[in-house]
């Protein structure tokens, strides 16, 4: 089973993970920060809905400490395989938050990056014109990367 849980970003290509991934349970909230997905894994897994695979698209809307990173890895738990997404944004925390990201994951076997930014680097069409959001194109390949990790 698989579980997705982010931000507007993730709401973008919900359709294309559903196509994907049928049984696909996803929690997104525009606007959502890292801190705030603890009390979402919390609850999913108080009621034992929280997939085998995690999907965490979070870091668009800011930045994260490196404790909170390691709190929600843990939370998780390291009998599930977790797929993080770093993020392309135009925002003075892109960098923090994707530096985080491969710094901590690398130390979680059970726990892989999908690494966004190289991807779509170029890639005016993937996005809006806001440089946040998706277009059609960007969501179709975001999933299909994302995709990739879980099926792998």
């Known amino acids: 089973t698989v579980t997705a849980i982010g931000d507007s970003v993730m709401i973008d290509i919900t359709p294309y993970l559903k196509n994907t991934f049928p049984d ?4 997104a909230q525009i606007g959502r920060q890292l801190s705030k997905a603890i009390p979402v894994v919390e609850q999913l897994k108080n009621e034992g809905n929280l997939g085998n695979y995690v999907i965490i698209g979070l870091g668009t809307n800011g930045a994260f400490t490196t404790e909170q990173l390691v709190s929600l890895i843990k939370l998780i738990g390291n009998e599930r395989k977790i797929i993080f997404i770093n993020t392309r944004v135009p925002r003075p925390w892109e960098s923090i938050v994707n530096e985080r990201l491969k710094v901590t994951v690398t130390k979680y076997p059970n726990v892989t990056l999908v690494d966004w930014y190289a991807a779509s680097a170029g890639k005016k069409d993937y996005f809006a014109p806001d ?5 059609n194109v960007g969501a179709e390949a975001y999933a299909v990367l994302v995709a990739k990790a879980v099926n792998q």
């Open 24 to 27: 696909i349970r996803i929690d």
């Open 131 to 135: 440089g946040v959001h998706l277009t």
